[in-house]
């Protein structure tokens, strides 16, 4: 696993070595960036990466220019790896990580981010719970994005204010990247 471009590319990440661990390959990073690459200006986003694992997905944010970088994960051992890798890119001052649930950090936290991923367990039944959330508490700015990362055989059902702007398949892996309406 390593970082595809930006600053850090090239660079080679840790990553846990246990059998529940399910990094996001190097293909589905590089599409989904590439479409996020005309979507976001990265030195002003703030990045909130759920269910962060290693921090591939908000270290590469890092790497592109992000701003801030919020890493939130339960795992003890992803966040021993996802520590040692912030540390190797001497990137601590624009990293937060969060050791927890994510949704009880959903339900604590009062920032507002300008892309979230969430790049949960698959089969992850709370998906529902996750929108609503982030929908409700307004954790997600006026032009934001998130983006799911989950199995292809499981669809995101958008419900409220989400409308489901791309949904992209590369084998087994979905990603699907939603907006709020503004008439919130």
Avoid at 10 to 39: M, W, Y
Avoid at 167 to 172: D, E, K
Wanted: aromatic share 8%.
């Amino acid at each position: 696993m390593r970082l595809i471009a930006g600053e850090f590319g090239g660079r080679v990440l840790h990553s846990p070595r246990h059998a529940s661990f399910r990094p996001t390959t190097d293909r589905v990073k590089e599409s989904t960036f590439n479409i996020l690459s005309n979507r976001v200006l990265w030195k002003t986003t703030n990045v909130c990466d759920l269910f962060a694992g290693s921090g591939n997905l908000g270290l590469e944010a890092l790497s592109r220019g992000a701003r801030k970088v919020s890493f939130v994960e339960d795992d003890p051992l992803s966040i021993q790896i996802l520590q040692k890798n912030i540390h190797a890119l001497d990137v601590s001052a624009k990293c937060d990580v969060v050791a927890g649930r994510v949704e009880a950090f959903l339900q604590r936290t009062r920032k507002q981010y300008d892309l979230i991923f969430a790049d949960p367990p698959y089969g992850y039944p709370d998906f529902s719970m996750l929108l609503d959330c982030i929908e409700e508490r307004g954790l997600l700015s006026k032009n934001g994005l998130l983006v799911i990362e989950h199995s292809g055989k499981q669809q995101v059902s958008t419900s409220g204010y989400w409308t489901q702007s791309d949904l992209r398949s590369y084998g087994t892996t979905s990603i699907s990247l939603l907006t709020l309406s503004l008439e919130i």
